[in-house]
């Protein structure tokens, strides 16, 4: 069975510039989460879907991000206009069962590596 | 809120030695903990967990944590390390706060475990 995919896994842009990050959850898993790590510091939470809806997008840092889950497939992440501070490394998730509770387990893709010049 | 804190940035130890990775977490809730590992250019991988029950919950590689919550502590041991062992190691809690964020899962910063022949 094929694991949480990210694409790209390197992506290097000019401030200013826009990306579009790409996840692909395992298959027949409902829950999908974006974190995003800056360098040095911890991973942090941005966003869960429950299918193509959006659950929880309490982490997103602003509107410059875009989620979309069309389909209630994979997911993209866009940056628009990408800033400086955006760096770092962006994790996608994905989970099978949601109790709502907690408990259910993470499978975590490799991540992709964003560097804004 | 949730937090938890990973007081050692990096720990280096000789090959065969015993390792301590420690973690303390905060929250007014119950929670639940993890610890996640990323092996040198490969994605987050669940390494433990405790949900409830016994307090001393294991790996299959021979890491073992336990739950102390009188201490809130939850930190991860090892007996006797291996090269393979050398990656970073994140702490992290989830749980209820509310329906729509019990999901989301709140990292420590990491600690890097560098072991030495």
């Known amino acids: 069975e094929a694991g949480v995919t990210q694409f790209p896994s390197h992506s290097v842009i000019e401030k200013g510039q826009t990306v579009t990050l790409r996840c692909d959850p395992i298959?027949?898993?409902?829950?999908l989460y974006w974190y995003r790590r800056v360098m040095g510091k911890e991973i942090k939470f941005l966003l869960h879907f429950v299918k193509e809806s959006k659950q929880d997008e309490s982490g997103m840092p602003n509107n410059r991000f875009l989620a979309e889950r069309t389909g209630g497939t994979y997911s993209t992440l866009k940056v628009q206009p990408a800033e400086l501070e955006d760096s770092g490394v962006y994790f996608c998730?994905?989970?099978?069962?949601?109790?709502?509770?907690?408990?259910?387990?993470?499978?975590f893709g490799p991540g992709t590596r964003l560097t804004v010049l | 809120a949730q937090s938890v804190t990973q007081l050692d940035s990096q720990v280096p130890v000789f090959e065969e030695a015993p390792v301590e990775l420690r973690c303390n977490y905060s929250s007014s809730v119950s929670v639940y903990l993890f610890w996640y590992v990323q092996y040198p250019n490969q994605g987050l991988q669940l390494l433990l967990k405790?949900?409830?029950?016994?307090?001393l919950v294991k790996s299959i590689n021979g890491f073992e944590a336990e739950f102390n919550k009188s201490q809130t502590s939850f930190h991860l041991r090892k007996p006797s390390v291996h090269i393979s062992d050398t990656a970073e190691y994140f702490c992290?809690?989830?749980?209820?706060?509310?329906?729509?964020?019990?999901?989301?899962?709140?990292f420590g910063s990491g600690t890097r475990l560098s072991i030495r022949p």
């Open positions: 405790y949900l409830s029950g016994s307090t």
């Open positions: 298959s027949g898993h409902d829950n």
């Open positions: 992290a809690v989830s749980g209820p706060q509310t329906y729509s964020s019990a999901s989301k899962i709140i």
């Open positions: 998730a994905s989970s099978q069962d949601y109790s709502g509770l907690g408990t259910d387990t993470q499978y």
